[in-house]
């Protein structure tokens, strides 16, 4: 047994939504994906089809803020705020999450290594105000890690 596996345990609730996926890239540039606004505005948005690039201001450093403003083809818009809770370069960001749907939930990203051009991303999202949130920010991870893993196949 691992020797933070109670420690994992205890801090995973059965309400956590949690996604692991695989990316064909580095780990720093899987991380870089997630800390630099200037990528992550090309590939965050919560549908198959981007209409046009997210607009992203962050200030990427513990208990600094971001916004991410994605564009949907209809003419809507929708709005994520929070800040910046926990950084260990290269390895997790946990931040606060507040969307139309869900306010002062959390999101943490591990990021591990499987190999020099692969890595694991397990994205652990808890604090959801009902099961209808829970299940609308899955769909909306499912639309932006697909989304992720075409600009990395793109990209790298």
């Known amino acids: 047994m691992n020797r933070f596996s109670w420690y994992k345990r205890l801090n995973m609730k059965n309400d956590d939504l949690i996604i692991r996926k695989t990316f064909n890239c580095s780990k720093r540039q899987l991380f870089d994906a997630w800390s630099k606004a200037s990528i992550m505005a090309q590939w965050f948005f919560a549908a198959s089809e981007k209409f046009k ?26 709005q994520i705020t929070g800040h910046y809770k926990e950084i260990i370069r ?55 890690l697909a989304n ?5 196949d793109s990209v790298y």
């Open 53 to 78: 690039n997210s607009t992203v201001e962050s200030n990427f450093t513990v208990n600094g803020k971001f916004s991410v403003k994605m564009y949907f083809e209809n003419g809507t818009d929708s």
């Open 90 to 144: 290269y390895s997790l960001i946990v931040l606060t999450w507040n969307s139309s749907i869900a306010r002062d939930s959390l999101v943490k990203l591990n990021f591990k290594e499987i190999s020099p051009n692969r890595t694991e991303l397990v994205l652990v999202q808890s604090l959801f105000p009902s099961e209808e949130s829970r299940q609308a920010h899955n769909n909306g991870w499912d639309a932006c």
């Open 148 to 152: 992720l893993t075409r600009f990395i």
